[in-house]
């Protein structure tokens, strides 16, 4: 069978070009990710894609998918792996969920209860980062960011205006605004840009509309992680 490879043992097809997250994806199948949307370029950097190949470990986002190759997704210790991931970016940031309006919409709270996380399991970093108010529809909250660039990458890519990016290295990477200030009113944003409407969590909200779908009804109270986050493109 030409341009087929198996994840956990079954027979996936593909076409020339797509990664294994492409081909997954168009079948139906979860592999847990953050830092992925479709439409957009991967990026490979929240690593909870990372897959077993062949018996090596590689990103289902990045790696080309190629005929007969032997995927191993969703296993307990990949899962473990994952979940020790989100528990770090959780301890990373400053994430208190019952405040914030991004819970029950947020996709690193739902990766948290699709792995069972019941806490965080490292000492908390609690680290000092800026909030930037200053846009009059949208809002910026760095205590919640995960550094997954989505936005960056939307901003570049799908509304060309280069709004966002990452500076800094390791443990002092942090988002920073492309203004002379470095103020989000500064730019021009809009509430209706992609880049404003990406956020997988609570960082990049849209001011006047927090609670406007009450909490029980929201995307992840409705569906699981693994049932809302298959197939769905950028729009
Ligand atoms: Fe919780 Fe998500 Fe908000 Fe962080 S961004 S506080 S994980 S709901
Ligand atoms: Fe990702 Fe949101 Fe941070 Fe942008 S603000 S890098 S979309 S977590």
């Keep these: 069978m030409n341009n087929t490879l198996f994840i956990d043992g079954q027979a996936v097809p593909f076409e020339a070009g797509q990664t294994i997250m492409d081909a997954a994806l168009a079948a139906g199948i979860y592999i847990p990710h953050l830092c992925h949307k479709p439409g957009l370029?991967?990026?490979g950097s929240c690593k909870l894609c990372t897959v077993e190949v062949d018996g090596r470990s590689a990103s289902a986002c990045t790696l080309p998918a190629s005929n007969g190759m032997q995927v191993a997704n969703n296993t307990a210790a990949l899962n473990e792996v994952r979940k020790t991931l989100t528990q770090m970016l959780f301890v990373e940031g400053?994430?208190?969920c019952p405040t914030c309006s991004k819970t029950?919409?947020?996709t690193l709270q739902a990766l948290g209860y699709?792995?069972?996380m019941l806490d965080g399991h490292f000492p908390p970093f609690y680290p000092r980062r800026e909030v930037d108010a200053s846009h009059p529809t949208v809002m910026l909250d760095r205590d919640r960011c995960?550094?997954?660039?989505?936005c960056v990458r939307a901003s570049r890519e799908v509304d060309g205006k280069n709004v966002f990016a990452i500076s800094g290295r390791g443990a002092q990477s942090h988002l920073i605004v492309n203004t002379a200030s470095g103020k989000l009113?500064?730019?021009d944003l809009q509430a209706e840009d992609l880049a404003a409407r990406i956020c997988p969590v609570g960082a990049i909200l849209s001011k006047g509309h927090g609670y406007e779908v009450p909490?029980?009804?929201r995307t992840f109270d409705r569906h699981s992680v693994a049932e809302s986050d298959v197939a769905t493109p950028i729009t």
């Design 104 to 106: 029950g919409d947020c």
């Design 41 to 43: 370029t991967p990026h």
């Design 114 to 116: 699709h792995f069972g």
């Design 215 to 217: 909490i029980g009804l």
């Design 185 to 187: 009113g500064d730019s």
């Design 94 to 96: 400053n994430h208190l």
């Design 146 to 150: 995960i550094l997954c660039e989505l």
